[in-house]
């Protein structure tokens, strides 16, 4: 790993780390052993990619924890994968300053609620709110 950028265990106690320059997050157990990747593409792979694409992760708040969170500052998009295979769901954002885009989409946290918080750094400076719609 490059930069390890964040760690978050899931209800099962399986241990995810962010490999921001990766471009990927490594599942681990508790004990260290590896369990797989998951692939977060930056759409950028026949060049080196300093800012890579794994800086944050979150999981939804319901019992099973369906959805992972990740964001990507390298895109400056959120990817929302299907917890159990990975698989990515949906994504969105863009680079931007207006509502709903990104510059340096860094940190994101959900509440009780489901509500996704997402924190912008360095030059981004700012907290967006996005609810859950079905």
Not at 43 to 66: C, I, L, N, V, Y
Not at 94 to 104: D, L, S
Not at 119 to 133: C, H, N
Request: with cysteine; aromatic share 10%.
């Amino acid at each position: 790993m490059g930069v390890v950028h964040c760690v978050v265990m899931d209800n099962s106690g399986l241990v995810y780390v962010c490999d921001r320059q990766g471009n990927r997050i490594q599942v681990f157990d508790k004990m260290g052993n590896f369990k797989k990747s998951i692939w977060i593409k930056s759409g950028h792979e026949e060049t080196p990619d300093s800012w890579g694409t794994a800086w944050w992760m979150r999981f939804s708040r319901d019992p099973a924890q369906k959805f992972m969170y990740v964001a990507d500052g390298r895109n400056e998009l959120v990817h929302i994968l299907d917890h159990e295979s990975g698989a990515e769901i949906t994504k969105f954002g863009r680079p931007g300053h207006q509502i709903g885009e990104f510059t340096h989409c860094h940190t994101m946290d959900v509440d009780s609620k489901g509500n996704l918080y997402i924190a912008e750094t360095d030059i981004g400076r700012r907290v967006q709110k996005f609810k859950l719609v079905r």
